[in-house]
Structures are given as structure tokens and as C-alpha cells.
């Protein structure tokens, strides 16, 4: 394989799969084909029993510097259409998401890591939202996912003014959940994973749907609990101080 090639690499470890973007001539700049392969890959690891938690990074010292803007010449592609579906898929993956920024994350890669449950970064990291850059109308569901970050202002500053913002603004704002130095993000991450993959899935799939202001599944959800074993398991690891075997496990359902 040539590794300066385009493309998404991914690992399984530990309960953990981990997502690279990697485009080291294009500082990680997505494109079009890797749009198109981010939710043939996701679908592929939410069906793999042994996954628990997704992380989703970039190369070397980049998360992501958007999308590879030469596509958007091409006539024949969308690459925005691309983006949005990448992005939905990453929302809807049904286990906790978790991006791992380094450097800059800018344009696509910021609809990247928002459509991440959670985000960690490294000190220096830098952070837009650049399509005012390019004459650009933002898709209106990565506008809402922004925006239900940062609040309104914030987002009208990125999407207005496409200025970078460091992570001391971006933890401030909501835009980033914890800001680590370059050399302990890797252990922290590693570690939060962890913890990720020891609670109940039955726990954290209903937190996001509920968390994504869906207000139809109450009952599915109360049923997936009586049925499920979670809670009785952990009540009584709990008791009697020990791991719990949480089994529950998503369906798509």
C-alpha cells in the first residue's frame, strides 16, 4: 500500500476501533472517495460485537483540514452531499464517538469531530469553520449540530467570519470537551476509552438518542431494559464489588 495515499485507516483493540484520517500531502484533507468510505467503514465496526467505543483522529500532528478543495471543481461530484452523509453516519453510529484532535480542524474535519459525542484535544489545536472562505452555504444540519454546541454566537462568528479559534476559546464555547498537553492527550484518551467500553451499552445508546431530543422511544427503552439483564448485572456487581458483564448489545432496532 502506498501510505501517501488518500484514505481511512482503522484498528481494533481492546473494544476500542480507532479511525485515521490520513492524507499527509493535503494536511488530512477529505476526499470525495474517502467521504464515500467513512460510512461503509462505520457500518462495517458497528457490527462487529467486539467494538464498544469509536475514536476518530487524524495523522500525524493534523485531525483534519477539511475537504480536499480541488474536488470542487469537478462537475460531476457533490462533494458536499458526501460530507453530510459522512457526517449523519458518524452521528447515528450507535456507540459513544469520541474525535481526538491535533492541530487543525477546520471546515469538513470540524463536521467531523461535531458529529462526534465528545471531543479531546491538544493544546495548540485550532479549530473553523471556513465555508464564508469559498462562498459556501453550510449545510443546515451540520449549522444545527454546530450550533446546539456553541451555542448561537459562536456559530455565526465561525460560519461568518471563517476565523480560527485555539482551544482555550473552543473549551470555553462548548466546541471541546477536555484540552490535554500534546504528550498526556494519547494516555487520557486511551484511558477514557476504556472506561467507555466497561459501562452498559444499553446505558449510553439511549443517553444519545435521548440527548439528540428523540421523544418517541421512551417505551422501547424501558423494555430494552427489563429485557436486557443490564440492571440486574449491575446491581449486583455493585453488591458484591466486582466488574459487571454488561451484555446488552445494539440491534438497530
Known amino acids: 500500500m502506498d501510505r501517501t495515499e488518500p484514505r481511512l485507516e482503522h484498528t481494533v483493540a481492546d473494544g476500542v476501533a480507532t479511525v485515521v484520517i490520513s492524507n499527509p500531502a493535503k494536511r488530512n484533507a477529505m476526499t470525495a472517495a474517502m467521504w464515500q468510505a467513512l460510512p461503509v467503514l462505520l457500518e462495517k465496526l458497528a457490527a462487529d460485537p467486539s467494538v464498544g467505543a469509536l ?20 462537475p460531476g461530484s457533490d462533494p458536499q ?8 453516519a458518524l452521528a447515528a453510529f450507535a456507540l459513544p464517538t469520541l474525535a481526538v484532535v491535533r492541530g487543525y480542524c477546520v471546515g469538513g474535519g470540524s463536521q ?44 455565526k462568528h465561525l460560519l461568518f467570519s471563517g476565523e480560527l479559534i485555539d482551544t482555550d476559546r473552543a473549551l470555553r464555547t462548548g466546541l471541546v470537551d477536555e484540552v490535554l498537553a500534546a504528550g498526556a492527550l494519547d494516555e487520557r484518551v486511551g484511558a477514557y476509552a476504556r472506561t467507555l467500553v466497561s459501562r452498559s451499552r444499553l446505558t449510553q445508546a439511549a443517553a444519545k438518542e435521548f440527548t439528540a431530543g428523540r421523544e418517541d422511544r421512551d417505551a422501547y427503552w424501558a423494555g430494552q431494559a427489563r429485557g436486557s439483564g443490564d440492571t440486574a448485572e449491575g446491581v449486583a456487581a455493585f453488591l458484591e464489588r466486582r466488574t459487571p458483564r454488561f451484555t446488552w448489545a445494539p440491534t438497530g432496532g
Open 55 to 74: 475514536v476518530l483522529t487524524g495523522a500525524g500532528d493534523t485531525f483534519c483540514a477539511g475537504a480536499d478543495i480541488s474536488s470542487l471543481r469537478d
Open 81 to 88: 452531499s458526501l460530507a453530510v452523509a459522512a457526517e449523519e
Open 112 to 155: 467531523l469531530a461535531a458529529a462526534c459525542d465528545l471531543r479531546f484535544a491538544a493544546e495548540g489545536a485550532l479549530f473553523g469553520v471556513t465555508p464564508a472562505k469559498l462562498g459556501i452555504v453550510y449545510p443546515a444540519s451540520s449549522t444545527r449540530r454546530l450550533a446546539a454546541l456553541t451555542g448561537p454566537a459562536t456559530a
